[in-house]
C-alpha cells in the first residue's frame, strides 16, 4: 500500500501527481500557501514520543499491547507501531481486518462478535489459505460459539481450532457475558464444540457511566475486579490454559488499571496481559488529556493529531469564524480547542478563544476583547477523541514542528 499517488482526490494536498512514497521530497510547508484550508497534520515528534511512552510501559510492566487500529486505519502508522514492539493490532469489524490483513499484519484481535455470514466466510477462507495468520475471535453466547464451529471451524485435520475469547461486560454496557455463570456456560460451551478452541477472556472497560472521572475509575476497578474471579474461575475449572491464558483489556483512559489488576497482583505466567489502546499514539487535547494514565508522566504524551483553518469573518466584535466544521475535525467528545494562531509565518499560543459551535463546514469563536484576531490568521484546533477526526481525511500530512511535510499517511475507513 505504498505505490498510490497523491491526486485531486486527497483534498488540502498541492494540486499535484506525485507517488505517495515521494511527498516528503516535494518541499511542501503544511501553513505557508502550498495547502488547501482546512488541513489536518501529524506532529512526528508527538507520534514517536508516544510511541516510545507505550512501548517502555509495557516493557515495564510486562504486558503486551495489540493497538485498537480502528482509530487511525491506517496501515503506515500500524506498521509503526508493530515495530515498536505491539504483539499485534485490534479491529472492531472484519472489514477493519480485512484492510490490514491486506497490508500484511499477522495477527488481529476482532473486539466483537462476528455472527455475519460473509465474515465467518471470509475468515474461513483465511483460515484455509493461511493457516499461520492468527485471528482472536469473541463469544458472548452459545448462539455465537454454534456459528463458528458451523461456518469457520476447520475443515481439514491439520488446521489447528479457531481461537476464541469469552467476552465479560457490564450491566448498561456494550456486548460481554454479565455473569460468572454465563461465562462459565459459555467456556463450557466452547470446550464441547470442535474447532474452537478457548484461549482467554476480554472485555473493554473505556465506557463504563460515572459522574466524574474519579467514579468512573472507580467503576471501571470494580468491573475489572469482577473479571479476574472470572479468569480464576476459569482456569481453576481448567477452562482456559493454566498458563499464558489471554487476559485483553485496556482502552486509552483506565489501562493502568488493567495491569494493576492482572499483572502486577498476578506474577509470574498465568495470564498474558494484552492491552488494547489506540489512541495513546496520537493523545490529544481534549478526552484523552484529561483521562490518560500518562497525564502527568515525565515526559508526558503529547497531542499529535491538530486541524488548521483559516478565520473567514469577524461579524460581530467578540466573533470569528473559522472554514473548519464537523466535516473536518472530532465533535463528539468536545468541541476543538484554539490552542494557537499563525500569522505573517509566525505562530504563538493562544489561550483566549473558545469554540462555541459548529456547523458542517464552520466554527463559531468566541473572542475575548484583547485578543488579536484577524480576518486570513490561521487558528490551530486541537482535538478531543482521535478516532473522528482521523475518518473524516483519507491522506493525513506528517510534518516537523516547523510544519515541514516530510511524509503522508494513508486512511482506510
Partial sequence: MTDERVTWRDRAFPDRDVPLTEVGAQGWHLLDGDFHLPVVALRETAIERNLALMRDYCT???????????????????????????????????????????????RVLVANPVVGPADLAYLAALRRADPDLEVLLLVDSVEAVALLVDRVSPDAADLRPQPVLVELGYAGGRGGVRSTDDALRIAQAVRDADGVELVGIEGFEGLVPGADLVERR??????????????????????????????????????????????????????????????????????????????????????????????????????????????????????????????????????????????DQHAMVAVSEDASLEVGDLVCLGVSHPCTTFDKWRLVPVVTDKYEVIDAVRTYF
Fill in 60 to 106: 515495564r510492566h510486562d504486558v503486551l499491547i495489540a493497538p485498537h487500529a480502528k482509530t487511525t486505519m491506517s496501515p503506515a502508522l500500524v506498521q509503526r507501531q508493530l515495530a515498536t514492539g505491539a504483539w499485534g493490532i485490534t479491529v472492531a469489524n472484519v472489514q477493519q481486518a480485512k484492510v490490514f490483513i491486506t497490508a500484511g499484519v499477522r
Fill in 218 to 359: 472507580d467503576r471501571a476497578a470494580d468491573f475489572l475486579d469482577w473479571s479476574a474471579t472470572v479468569v480464576r474461575e476459569l482456569i481453576d475449572r481448567r477452562l482456559l490454559p493454566g498458563s499464558g491464558a489471554v487476559v485483553s483489556f485496556g482502552g486509552s483512559s483506565y489501562f493502568d488499571l488493567v495491569v494493576a489488576r492482572f499483572r502486577e497482583l498476578w506474577s509470574g505466567d498465568r495470564v498474558e496481559v494484552m492491552l488494547r489502546s489506540g489512541c495513546y499514539l496520537t493523545h490529544d487535547h481534549g478526552l484523552y488529556a484529561r483521562t490518560s494514565p500518562f497525564v502527568g508522566h515525565d515526559p508526558a504524551p503529547l497531542p499529535a493529531l491538530e486541524v488548521w483553518a483559516e478565520v473567514l469573518s469577524r461579524p460581530e466584535p467578540a466573533l470569528a469564524i473559522l472554514g473548519a466544521g464537523r466535516r473536518d475535525v472530532s465533535t463528539d467528545a468536545d468541541l476543538p480547542l484554539p490552542v494557537a494562531v499563525r500569522r505573517d509565518g509566525h505562530t504563538r499560543p493562544v489561550d483566549d478563544l473558545r469554540v462555541t459551535a459548529v456547523n
